[in-house]
């Protein structure tokens, strides 16, 4: 796994933490995927080709299947039919693709999951735990990671101390701590005012041109739909034109 090349600069603000080349995301592609919930029918036949380091936005009503789509990316669930690639490798069933997301995948959701009783560093350390890094490492990558989302001076508090966007900061950092080149990110904005909103929209962003990854990320919000590279609307668990 890959360290920031300069965490004394990275938590003195001087620049942002990560310095990655362009073009390290990984390519994603879905062909005719079909997923039902018993007699709901969730997605009906989605293809979408996602480019490396292309910034994607679902959008489309609620119960759309934006959401269903995201989590078979990840290998959270598994499609009834059709095929899922990653950088041309088709995606593992969930109960065998541990190291599929640990390698690949950083996750951001609505609800930030974040442990109540940690601390912002020892929440983004948890990402770590499983990966055989060294606690001295597993804290200093926590630091690093948080100066890079503007959180250097939050490090020690629990996620009550801090406000629902920084919460979803930490969240993001959390995501980035196994340097994943695809991040998909369900309604990342969807519990935040208008100005969080806009920040951790622009942090997004920023990470992506700086890291060069992947990202795709679901919203019902047409304003975070306009921040992608490219819309894929979904209605009625189908792509529309």
């Known amino acids: 796994m890959s360290m920031l090349r300069d965490p004394g600069a990275a938590r003195r603000g001087d620049q942002p933490a990560a310095q990655a080349s362009p073009h390290l995301g990984a390519s994603v592609t879905a062909a005719a995927v079909v997923k039902s919930y018993g007699p709901v029918k969730a997605l009906r036949g989605v293809s979408l080709a996602v480019a490396a380091g292309e910034c994607v936005t679902i959008t489309g009503p609620s119960g759309s299947g934006k959401s269903t789509l995201l989590n078979l990316l990840g290998s959270l669930d598994r499609p009834d039919s059709g095929k899922i690639a990653v950088d041309g490798m088709p995606v593992p069933e969930p ?3 541990l190291e599929f997301r640990r390698r690949l ?3 951001v959701f609505q609800d930030n999951l ?3 009783y940690l601390s912002a560093q020892s929440n983004v350390e948890t990402a770590l735990l499983a990966t055989g890094v060294p606690h ?3 804290r200093e990558r926590a630091r690093e990671l948080l100066a890079e989302v503007g959180l250097a001076h939050r490090e020690r508090h629990i996620p009550s101390e801090l406000s629902s966007g920084e919460r979803q900061r930490v969240a993001i950092a959390r995501a980035l701590a ?3 080149r695809l991040l998909l990110a369900d309604e990342p904005t969807g519990a935040l005012d208008s100005v969080s909103s806009g920040r951790v929209l622009d942090l997004l962003t920023a990470i992506r041109d700086r890291r060069g990854m992947t990202v795709i990320i679901v919203s019902h919000d047409e304003a975070v739909a306009r921040r992608g590279d490219r819309v894929v609307r979904l209605i009625d668990g189908q792509v529309q034109d």
Do not use: K, Y
Request: aromatic residues 6%; glycine residues 14%; proline residues 13%.
């Open 178 to 180: 196994n340097d994943p």
């Open 136 to 138: 001295h490492q597993r």
């Open 95 to 97: 109960g065998a693709a």
């Open 105 to 107: 995948v950083g996750f």
């Open 114 to 116: 974040l442990l109540p």
